[in-house]
Structures are given as C-alpha cells and as structure tokens.
C-alpha cells in the first residue's frame, strides 16, 4: 500500500469556465509542482482534451485519470471517472449525443479549445458545453457503470449546480458510493447535517479552472500498487471509489 496524494476535478481550456493557460501540459506540470500524483481532468460534459492530457502527464510521471463533469438534466454536476481513457472516449460520445446544442458565445462564454500535448490547438467545440444535458441524476450511475467508471455529486458544500442545494438534501437514491466537497473544513459540519454522508467515500478536490486553483498535495488515498504500474493505481482508484475495497 502506497499513498497517492490526488486531485481529481480539474478543467482545462475546453472548459469555457477555465482559463485559456489550463492546457494539458501546463496542468500536468503545475501537478507534480504540487506534489500531486494522480490528477483527473474533468471538462464540463467533454472528454475530448483527456487523450492529450494522457500523453502530458505521461511525460511529467503524473498518472492521469480521464473523466467530465457531467450537468445532468436537473442542472446538478456530477464527477464522472474511468479506468480506461478508451472508456471514457465512449462515454463521451454518449453524452455528445445527449447533449442540447446551444451554440457557444465566445464573446459572453470564453472559448472552448482542444490541445495537444504540446499546448497547440487543434480544434475548438462550437456548442456550448457546461449547459444541462438531456441526462438526469438517476439514470447517469447507469450509464457511466456501462463505460466501467463510477460518478458522484460534485461539489456538495456549494450553492451552485451541488446536489443538495439543488435537491435541498442529498438523496438516498441514485445510491452514490461517493461525494464530493472543496473544502475538507466542512467535511464534519455536512455529516452532521446529512447523516448519509457518514458511510459515503468523501472526496476533496479543487474543481481548479485556473492553474493557481490547483493545491498543494493534500488529500490522500492508500492504494496497492504492487506490482506497480500507473494502469493499476488507476484501476485500485476506481475500485476504491466504487466501494469495492477499503
């Protein structure tokens, strides 16, 4: 058993929320100034930078984990990751199909570039991406589970897009494994307030959008990793995630 030090909701330049300098090479080296080890990139309903990101962290010793920040049909964002960036390359494919086209307002949105790993853009997404999709918060565990990746409710201690001020409780059903909150200072109050958090894999990450967004090493995972490859730490990750091992 290893610990992994992680971050794993980050948007780069797909993302029009997120500043342009977020490309993939500069987030995985801002990473291992950080400290982080493993880092997920979690675009507003896209995965189209994760290949390059991939190909970035691979060269920085980050091990990188494909995922979105999906907007279900409710408006409630919900963290999507995937032990294969095949898998994840799928999923999005589905969500593309789910989406509702709104064409991107550079001028009111910001821009929605796809890179390489060399921070060259090679393309842009002409609809806009972090508006609700056709998908609702019950039928997403559903679908990512098809892709064999786990999801769970973004950002749960803040007003907008989070499940409970959405909800106005976090719910018992779809039975998410996990949850997510920016600030581990309100881990203890949100249990408290919510009791079912109490048996739920909290998760801490930055939901960064700028490259000085991204903490320093903090939130940690024990993972096996033996015989070690960056593939297993990923796929021990998402077993974790999932509820499958302590």
């Not at 950080?34 to 991939?54: E, R, W, Y």
């Not at 593309?96 to 550079?106: E, L």
């Not at 739920?200 to 033996?226: G, M, N, P, T």
Request: hydrophobic share 40%; glycine share 4%; net charge negative.
């Amino acid at each position: 058993m290893s610990r992994y030090f992680y971050d794993l909701h980050i948007h780069s330049c797909l993302s029009p929320c997120a500043d342009n300098d977020m490309t993939p090479a500069n987030i995985a080296g801002t990473a291992t100034l950080a400290g982080i080890q493993i880092m997920a990139l979690t675009d507003h309903n896209s995965v189209k930078n994760c290949p390059s990101f991939f190909r970035a962290c691979k060269k920085y010793g980050v091990i990188p984990v494909a995922g979105m920040e999906l907007t279900t049909a409710e408006d409630i964002h919900v963290v999507c990751l995937f032990e294969e960036l095949d898998d994840a390359m799928a999923f999005g494919e589905e969500v593309d199909s789910r989406r509702v086209a709104i064409p991107n307002r550079v001028d009111i949105f910001g821009d929605q570039l796809i890179m390489d790993d060399a921070d060259n853009v090679i393309g842009t997404e002409e609809n806009l991406l972090p508006n609700a999709t056709e998908i609702s918060v019950d039928e997403a565990p559903k679908i990512v589970e098809k892709y064999r990746g786990v999801c769970y409710p973004a950002h749960i201690d803040r007003q907008a897009n989070g499940i409970i001020a959405t909800l106005g409780t976090f719910p018992e059903y779809p039975p998410f494994r996990c949850a997510e909150l920016h600030d581990k200072e309100k881990i203890a109050p949100h249990i408290e307030k919510y009791p079912i958090l109490k048996d739920k894999q909290i998760v801490i990450s930055s939901d960064a959008h700028y490259l000085w967004d991204i903490r320093d090493a903090d939130a940690w995972f024990e993972l096996d990793d033996e015989p070690y490859s960056s593939a297993l730490v990923r796929k021990r990750l998402i077993e974790k995630l999932r509820g499958e091992i302590i």
